[in-house]
């Protein structure tokens, strides 16, 4: 019974069926799950580059993304269905599939066809080497992903999905397999979503600020506003590009979002600041031309509430295993919030510093 359950479970593999990951995962990938085939996630390394501000850019980042193939180790428990087979051999794993290869019935010649050759196995053998087994999403056959059939075509049935039987098995280098294969749309939602976390709400700076009355603003004078945590608000310059790959595979993408300004609005006043506008700070005796400002038409010495916000949208463009892909990325719309004291002056003012 044990050899009947290691081959079936080779033999769905192959069929592309649903799996539930058992199997610890290597360390560049972190497959993982419960509640269900379709709720694991997959952990990649993913590296990013853009421009001074752009948020996540400068580096490799780590995401979550469902797997369509990937590769486990080896379960070597399997080689103690077979007391034949040294498991400490360096032709360990030759030894494995030939004892494995008798063991079978017409049952599982699928299985047969998806072992590797004799030139393989024999130039992949050692310490040196880890060995892997290529594991599938639910209705994923892994041939037709780009993973190079081991044994051609299958008898017509004879699985779901009939077809080209892939590789799986693999040998690599230390304990550092293949990346896993992953749709490029899963892997921008991810950056995006870990961008969108850094772009932050305006932090508002403000001028007047008459110190004899607490600091407040006055009815009707233009008061400047600009933000003061621009690379966080605005990525610098108001606009986001950022390059997305996963070494060693196909999947490549650009991610391009902008804002056109900083909305500035409280209950008795608003205005639509340009970025830059919102980037010029107050200075002694700078012209209003240049300057995000509103007027307040209503005093509050309590303060009125001030929110900046801004509006990022944007597209992507990208590539995987199934070719060109593009669409549009999810809206932004952080915003921040001041509390601006406003007062009524009778008098002729001449000077705010």
Request: charged share 15%.
């Amino acid at each position: 019974m044990p050899r009947l359950r290691t081959m079936t479970s080779t033999v769905i593999a192959l069929a592309a069926a649903a799996l539930v990951v058992t199997a610890p995962a290597p360390a560049q990938a972190d497959v993982s799950g419960s509640g269900g085939n379709n709720s694991y996630g997959l952990a990649v390394n993913v590296v990013v580059k853009g421009g001074p501000g752009d948020p996540v850019s400068g580096g490799s980042i780590s995401i979550s993304v469902p797997p369509k193939c990937w590769w486990v180790p080896f379960d070597t428990g399997n080689f103690s269905y077979y007391p034949e087979v040294d498991p400490n051999a360096p032709d360990a794993m030759a030894q494995y599939f030939e004892a494995a290869s008798a063991a079978t019935t017409i049952t599982f010649v699928a299985w047969r066809l998806s072992i590797p050759s004799a030139g393989y196995l024999a130039s992949h053998q050692g310490p040196g080497f880890s060995w892997y087994t290529l594991q599938s999403a639910p209705g994923v056959n892994c041939a037709d992903e780009g993973y190079t059939p081991a044994g051609g075509h299958g008898p017509e049935g004879w699985a779901p999905g009939s077809g080209n039987i892939p590789v799986s098995y693999a040998a690599f280098p230390g304990a550092d397999p293949a990346p896993p294969l992953v749709d490029v749309e899963d892997v921008v939602e991810e950056v995006w979503d870990a961008a969108s976390a850094e772009v932050l709400g305006p932090d508002l700076g403000r001028n007047p600020q008459i110190k004899a009355i607490d600091g407040a603003t006055l009815v009707n004078l233009p008061t400047w506003f600009w933000v003061q945590n621009v690379e966080e608000a605005l990525a610098g310059d108001g606009k986001i590009h950022l390059d997305v790959s996963i070494p060693g595979t196909p999947v490549r993408a650009t991610l391009d979002a902008a804002t056109d300004g900083v909305q500035v609005t409280s209950p008795v006043g608003a205005n639509k600041c340009s970025v830059a506008e919102a980037m010029t700070e107050y200075s002694s005796g700078a012209g209003l031309g240049s300057a995000c400002t509103v007027v307040f038409d209503r005093s509050n010495t309590a303060g009125w509430t001030v929110t900046g916000q801004t509006t990022w949208q944007g597209s992507w463009q990208g590539t995987d295993a199934d070719g060109p892909v593009g669409g549009t990325l999810q809206t932004l719309t952080p915003s921040a919030s001041i509390n601006v004291p406003v007062a009524q002056s009778e008098a002729i003012v001449t000077d705010v510093d």
